[in-house]
């Protein structure tokens, strides 16, 4: 066995000496995700579930190669149903942030990557206390994150792509919640949390992005 892994490793840097993403490229491009989540019934609540749906569009500059430096947007919409038919509750929010990101050639045109970023949001929600009174909230926050995908370079231009998205995050949040029933009143908290969505059921996002410019021969 090991004869036929030393004859194969010659061949396999041959491979990946040839896939690499050169200095001074652009990729114009982002992602999109989808993640749901059921909660169980217990003899003290009912079944409800959790969706999240989100869009990040972006843009990157490889500053060495297989390094990618990139700025992206980043919108959200999330419902939950546990307060049953009709009382909904939403949330929206959006923001941006920076990243780098770090491509190692796997085999030809196959990348896997790992990326690492801090982002900044703001959003809004509607909730439902105690099941009948509308409750308001406003949020701004900032995240930390690391994840790893897997990419494919087809025809040297477009860039196609798979991913845990937050495997690892950690966020700052401060929150401002308004009773419309007595506006005057208002209740402001802040959490650091540590979380990962590798508890979720769909954590896995997919992207795309095209590349500008053209490989060094």
């Not at 999109?32 to 059921?38: C, I, L, P, R």
């Not at 809004?124 to 206390?129: D, H, L, V």
Request: contains cysteine; charged residues 10%.
């Amino acid at each position: 066995m090991k004869k036929i892994v030393l004859a194969c490793l010659p061949v396999l840097s041959a491979t990946l000496s040839h896939a690499q993403l050169d200095k001074g490229r652009v990729g114009i491009g982002g992602t999109f995700g989808v993640s749901t989540n059921k909660v169980e019934a217990t003899p003290f609540s009912p079944a409800y579930s959790t969706t999240q749906t989100y869009v990040s569009p972006s843009v990157s500059l490889f500053v060495r190669n297989n390094v990618a430096l990139g700025l992206h947007g980043y919108y959200s919409n999330g419902t939950d149903n546990n307060n049953g038919p009709g009382f909904e509750n939403t949330n929206r929010s959006y923001g941006g942030g920076i990243s780098l990101r770090k491509f190692w050639p796997i085999a030809n045109n196959f990348f896997v990557f790992g990326q690492t970023g801090i982002n900044v949001q703001a959003g809004k929600g509607t909730y439902w206390q105690n099941g009948m009174q509308e409750v308001r909230n406003r949020a701004f926050g900032a995240n930390a994150y690391l994840y790893p995908g897997i990419s494919y370079l087809f025809r040297d231009r477009f860039q196609l792509e798979a991913s845990l998205t937050n495997l690892l995050n950690i966020s700052y949040t401060q929150n401002t919640t308004n009773n419309p029933s007595n506006p005057n009143v208002q209740q402001k908290s802040s959490a650091l949390n540590l979380s990962t969505s590798a508890a979720t059921q769909n954590p896995l996002s997919v992207g795309f992005s095209v590349l500008l410019g053209k490989r060094r021969s």
